[in-house]
T-cell receptor
Framework: GAVVSQHPSWVICKSGTSVKIECRSL??????MFWYRQFPKQSLMLMAT?????????EQGVEKDKFLINHASLTLSTLTVTSAHPEDSSFYIC?????????????FGPGTRLTVL | AQSVAQPEDQVNVAEGNPLTVKCTYS??????LFWYVQYPNRGLQFLLK??????LVKGSYGFEAEFNKSQTSFHLKKPSALVSDSALYFC???????????????FGQGTTLQVKP
């Protein structure tokens, strides 16, 4: 149980285009999903917290107009990188929180490798 | 401020030997502590968590962790390491400041475990 998927697993795009990444909780409903980015050999940096049916809460320094987050249902959240540039190239990971658990353990997706040319 | 520290960038151990990956924390109140493992180009896999109760927590793949309140530590252990345990390990504490329960995790910087045959 507690499986989270991400799509696509990798994407290459041209500078200036937009890319959408999907995060799905496959076997549980997630009221909260989190989006992280990770640079090589570094820890995860939280970008935003996404609650179903409401606006995402962005961490300080994260541009909300550039990283659009939508959490339209209890099993799906999307991250859209708008007007992508090479510096946006990174490994993006989502996680979903299982509200049925006492501790709301976060379960992570497999990640999406974004390369902007 | 809440924080998590993993003092070792890398831990090397021979296959069959016991392993320890260290983690210390600083939080207000009772901590919710987690260990995750990340294989190359993959998301994080949940290993175990401490919420309350027994200080020794058993998790996936034969891993366990000991909560030590006096030393504010939550070291990850395994009695006999496998080559397949080689990966990046993250300790995390749940953010319980501010409004109380944001659900956010605060991660350590990660420790690379290298198990040699």
């Amino acid at each position: 149980g507690a499986v989270v998927s991400q799509h696509p697993s990798w994407v290459i795009c041209k500078s200036g285009t937009s890319v959408k990444i999907e995060c799905r909780s496959l076997d549980f409903q997630a009221t909260t999903m989190f989006w992280y980015r990770q640079f090589p050999k570094q820890s995860l940096m939280l970008m935003a917290t996404s609650n179903e049916g409401s606006k995402a809460t962005y961490e300080q320094g994260v541009e909300k107009d550039k990283f659009l987050i939508n959490h339209a249902s209890l099993t799906l959240s999307t991250l859209t990188v708008t007007s992508a540039h090479p510096e946006d190239s990174s490994f993006y990971i989502c996680s979903a929180s299982d509200p049925g658990g006492v501790t709301d353990t976060q379960y992570f997706g497999p990640g999406t490798r974004l390369t902007v040319l | 401020a809440q924080s998590v520290a993993q003092p070792e960038d890398q831990v090397n151990v021979a296959e069959g030997n016991p392993l320890t990956v260290k983690c210390t924390y600083s939080v207000s109140g009772n901590p919710y502590l987690f260990w995750y493992v990340q294989y190359p180009n993959r998301g994080l896999q949940f290993l175990l968590k401490y919420i309350t109760g027994d200080n020794l927590v058993k998790g996936s793949y034969g891993f366990e962790a000991e909560f030590n309140k006096s030393q504010t530590s939550f070291h990850l252990k395994k009695p006999s390491a496998l080559v397949s345990d080689s990966a990046l390990y993250f300790c995390a504490v749940r953010d319980r400041e501010g409004s109380g329960n944001t659900g956010k995790l605060i991660f350590g910087q990660g420790t690379t475990l290298q198990v040699k045959p």
